[in-house]
């Protein structure tokens, strides 16, 4: 009986060191959009083994499932658009933004392609019109009215998740979508809808950057300042890759969306990775006055209580260094 219980012992013991071992050096959380495509360019390109660092990627159901993940400490770094990074600074919660991961807004509004004749969002008032209220593409759209002279009471507003927009748009429950990629290259691609307002066109009406930061735990950052820089060193890496060379992207992001259970054809995979930026590899003024837009939005329309400064959750030196500033 001491036998086999010094038996398992050392079992348990094995098991223990080999877990400890393969642990993972950062825990990333990301989302099931084009915002992982850096992640995983760095991962299956080995630009993370290059740096002597191992990373778990948790692909997440939603950006604010990410940030929740690292707020709660079961996470170390995460990625998220700019709206959902000062949501969190305006509950004074602590949030350190290391660097970018892309800008450019990649929503669209679309219309069931039974719809001919509309052209405008004025063409629309009195429809149905899903969009996920409180996300950034809720924020745009707030944008997009505002210069469009137009308000949210002009629609009749169904707060829905954007994955799940394809399924109500199908079942003809709304006559309007502002979803974002992959959800509105699935809704063009089963034939379900056409563009009615291109992400470029958005964009520019709005005045929009619409950046994706790489954030992370201030206090996991503190502890861990080497771990990040070699992090930040094969994430800049993997940017500039994705930033030429197309091809080798749009494969390794097809085969992610097929590993979460999402059949977007190949065309629809780059257009989305592709209306991103990725030239952009530190946060700019442009960046910066974006930002501080958004907030000024989402303060008017009651989404925070306060503007908070963005500035001081900036730690750019990572990124700096790297870039051998």
């Known amino acids: 009986m001491r036998k086999l219980v010094c038996a398992v012992a050392i079992m348990v013991m094995a098991i223990s060191v080999s877990h400890s071992a393969y642990a993972a050096d950062v825990r990333l959380s990301t989302n099931r959009s084009t915002q992982a495509v850096v992640n995983e360019v760095a991962s299956q390109k080995g630009f993370f083994k290059e740096q002597g660092i191992s990373v778990k990627v948790f692909a997440e159901s939603s950006g604010n ?6 707020i709660g400490g079961s996470a170390d770094m995460g990625v998220g658009l700019h709206v959902r990074v000062m949501q969190v600074l305006a509950k004074r919660i602590p949030l350190c933004v290391i660097g970018m991961v892309q800008y450019g807004l990649t929503s669209k509004i679309l219309v069931p ?3 001919k004749t509309s052209k405008t969002m004025a063409d629309l008032k009195g429809k149905r019109l899903a969009v996920q209220v409180g996300s950034g593409t809720y924020t745009a759209w707030r944008i997009l009215l505002k210069y469009a002279n137009l308000k949210e009471k002009d629609f009749v507003v169904k707060n829905l998740k954007t994955r799940l927009i394809p399924a109500t748009f199908e079942a003809g429950s709304i006559d309007v979508a502002v979803a974002w990629e992959p959800y509105a290259s699935i809704l063009v691609s089963k034939g379900l809808a056409r563009v009615l307002i291109t992400n470029d066109e958005w964009a520019k009406i709005g005045k929009i950057v619409y950046p994706v930061f790489l954030y992370a ?6 502890k861990n300042k080497a771990t990040t820089q070699k992090f930040v060193n094969a994430w800049l890496k993997a940017i500039k890759f994705i930033n030429t060379n197309n091809k080798e992207t749009v494969d390794i992001m097809a085969k992610a969306y097929k590993g ?8 629809k995979v780059k257009a989305g990775v592709y209306t991103r930026g990725y030239d952009k590899l530190t946060v700019d003024d442009d960046v910066m006055t974006d930002t501080m837009n958004f907030a000024q939005i989402m303060y008017d329309i009651k989404k925070i209580k306060f503007i908070p400064d963005f ?3 900036l730690r750019l030196e990572f990124t700096n260094k790297a870039l051998g500033k």
């Not at 499932?65 to 690292?70: D, E, G, I, M, P």
């Not at 979460?260 to 065309?267: A, F, H, N």
């Open 217 to 222: 735990n201030c206090d996991w950052v503190d």
């Open 113 to 115: 392609v039974r719809d």
């Open 65 to 70: 499932a990410s940030l929740q993940a690292v």
């Open 260 to 267: 979460w259970g999402l059949t977007i054809p190949r065309d």
């Open 311 to 313: 500035k001081k959750a």
